[in-house]
């Protein structure tokens, strides 16, 4: 079973720059997370889709992180305008609706922001 | 609010040796409980999980966690240290099925192992 998709694996961006990152979560995940890692603490949640629908996006700073999931499959997490306190591993997740069942991370992309 | 508490960010054993990463939770009710590891540059792979059944849980590469209710811990041990097992390690909680977070993992800040030969 291919496991969580995510591009690009690196970025280093210009504090004031935007970015863009992907997921592509197992087959028939409808539940995809996106988390953020700040270094030398534990990932923290960003947003939680449900399909298309977003479940949860409390911790998500919306004057400039959006995230979308068209089609209730791939989603994008964008940052615009990106700040350097941005800089962290962005990790996505996926999971079987409501359940945990085969909760599975990426790899993560690792942004630097300078 | 769920939270955990993992005590100490260095844990550092010498191969062959038990080791013991701790974790306490804090939860209006018991909540479900996981131990993550994570190598450099890669992402989470789940140790194990506690979901309300046996409190003794197996998972991978040898290692096990207790549920203890009464002192609100988690505990991660393995028998035998070895090399491969030099990782981040973190505890992670999260609502059970019906609460408004489930599905929402809250993580603790992370355990480094050290494992000297």
């Known amino acids: 079973e291919a496991g969580v998709a995510q591009s690009p694996r690196y970025k280093i961006i210009e504090k004031r720059q935007s970015v863009a990152f992907w997921c592509n979560p197992i087959?028939?995940?409808?539940?995809l997370y996106w988390y953020q890692q700040i270094l030398g603490q534990g990932p923290k949640l960003l947003i939680q889709?449900?399909?298309?629908?977003?479940?949860?996006d409390s911790q998500l700073p919306k004057d400039r992180f959006s995230a979308e999931r068209l089609k209730g499959v791939d989603s994008t997490l964008k940052i615009q305008p990106a700040k350097l306190e941005d800089s962290a591993v962005y990790l996505c997740?996926?999971?079987?609706?409501?359940?945990?069942?085969?909760?599975?991370f990426g790899s993560g992309t690792r942004l630097t922001v300078v | 609010a769920q939270s955990v508490t993992q005590l100490g960010s260095h844990v550092s054993v010498s191969e062959g040796a038990l080791v013991l990463l701790r974790c306490n939770y804090s939860?209006?009710?018991?909540?479900?409980l996981f131990w993550y590891v994570q190598y450099p540059n890669q992402g989470l792979q789940l140790l194990l999980k506690?979901?309300?059944?046996?409190?003794l849980v197996k998972g991978i590469n040898g290692f096990e966690a207790e549920f203890k209710k009464s002192e609100t811990s988690f505990h991660l041990t393995k028998p035998s240290a070895h090399m491969s097992d030099a990782a981040e390690y973190f505890c992670?909680?999260?609502?059970?099925?019906?609460?408004?977070?489930?599905?929402?993992?809250?993580f603790g800040q992370g355990t480094i192992l050290t494992v000297h030969p």
């Open positions: 997740a996926s999971s079987l609706i409501y359940t945990l069942q085969g909760y599975t």
């Open positions: 087959s028939g995940h409808a539940t």
């Open positions: 889709f449900q399909n298309n629908g977003v479940v949860d």
């Open positions: 939860s209006s009710v018991p909540p479900y």
């Open positions: 506690y979901t309300s059944a046996a409190t």
């Open positions: 992670a909680v999260s609502a059970v099925a019906g609460g408004t977070s489930y599905g929402k993992l809250t």
